[in-house]
């Protein structure tokens, strides 16, 4: 090894989900929204001056930050914007997770947490989620240097109550605890309410699921005023552009609209219920996923022999290679035309896998 090579950062990268480029697909592997982003947006698109794009963007993302504040009830100075809620986790991990004390975090969970935590340096210890992979709050009260978690938990889907949270928070008041709501808007209850309470609380959002815009890169946090000034003192030594102009303006029409977003995840909820009981007589068994996705595993067949048969169909799921969830497919909630050919081809698939397993077992 030449010498400038001991010098460099080496790292283990988080593997992103496929994005392929093929016109006939189901998509159901990044936890995408099926529908179009709301009319305004399309109406922002269409309208769009390019004769703008000369100029560099708001530094401090106004315009957005105070839609965002807006449309929470909460003052402007409680908000940060960031390139996606991966930028506004990244930036919160670089300014508030500088103890020698580890950060605590499930071991089944968003697999970014450990590789921003390796980047930079951030002790970190995980905790086990219990046998019905839930949460167990009481791991989460010892000294530590942070907490973070998402809420519904990722890829369980499974909600923690907001009771459980507070006592989290509260047992924590020393370091920062950060609730991570990339799919709270499928039927669970945020944290939000609890940042006026508590100082050392962060709530992480994203418009990349519930308001379809993941193609925009838009997330944010909200906080105690403080939090948010010590964030954006680490952002602009960092990069003081993040949010591109047409991702502020798109941004601000989609939560603007807030009909659409609730008939677009209203009908995404029911598709999910509608999901779970096709998938439950398929012979899946999965916890009660209260987000975008469900994460499923078969009686019998195991999961990487029904990922790669979906992918033969054009059908992308997500597979994980992690010790204690290899068994598990995690599926995006589609549309119910999508979900319908999943599970026909599924009825299928499993029924001939089955048959050939059980004549198998009648040789022996
Ligand atoms: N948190 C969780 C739990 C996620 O699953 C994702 C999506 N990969 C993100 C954060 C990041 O989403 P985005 O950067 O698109 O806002």
Redesign the pocket.
């Known amino acids: 090894m030449e010498n400038w090579e001991s010098y460099v950062r080496k790292v283990v990268p988080y593997v ?2 496929e994005q392929p480029d093929e016109k006939r697909m189901i998509k159901l592997n ?2 995408e929204n099926p529908y179009p982003p709301a009319p305004g947006v399309l109406r922002a698109l269409r309208e769009s001056d390019a004769d703008r794009l000369r100029l560099y963007p708001e530094p401090d993302c106004g315009t957005l930050v105070r839609a965002i504040a807006d449309y929470y009830g909460l003052d402007a100075s409680c908000v940060f914007a960031g ?7 990244a930036m919160i991990f670089l300014t508030f997770f500088r103890s020698e004390k580890p950060v605590l975090f499930p071991d089944i ?2 697999s ?1 947490y450990d590789v921003w935590a390796d980047m930079l340096r951030v002790p970190y210890e995980v905790r086990a989620l219990d046998a019905d992979f839930k949460i167990r709050k009481e791991d989460y009260c010892g000294e530590c240097g942070g907490v973070i978690f ?1 809420n519904p ?3 369980t889907g499974i909600l923690m109550e907001l009771a459980d949270i507070e006592d989290i928070v509260s047992r924590n008041r020393d370091v920062i605890v950060v609730v ?1 709501e ?2 709270i808007d499928f039927g669970g209850v945020s944290a939000l309410p609890l940042i006026r309470k508590y100082e050392n609380l962060l709530v ?1 959002q ?4 519930s308001r379809s815009l ?1 193609g925009m ?3 944010y946090a909200m906080g105690a005023p403080k939090l948010i000034r010590y964030l954006n003192d680490v952002k602009y030594s960092f990069n003081s552009y993040t949010l591109s102009q047409p991702a502020l303006a798109l941004g601000v029409e989609a939560i603007r609209d807030k009909a659409y977003f609730r008939e677009t995840t209203e009908k995404i909820i029911a598709v999910r219920e509608w999901a779970k009981g096709e998938l439950k007589k398929l012979g899946f068994s999965f916890g009660d996923s209260m987000s975008n996705f469900i994460f499923v595993k078969h009686r019998s067949v195991p999961a990487e022999d029904i990922f790669e048969a979906l992918k033969k169909e054009h059908i992308y799921v997500r597979h994980f290679s992690g010790e204690r969830i290899r068994n598990y497919l995690r599926i995006t909630v589609g549309t119910r035309e999508e979900m319908e050919t999943l599970t026909v081809f599924l009825r299928g698939y499993l029924e001939s896998r089955e048959r050939i397993v059980g004549e198998k077992e009648k040789e022996l």
């Open positions: 992103p989900g990044t936890n390139v996606g809620s991966d930028d506004v986790l969970t968003y970014f998402p938990n990722a890829p991570d990339a799919y992480v994203t418009f990349s699921k993941a890169r838009i997330g």
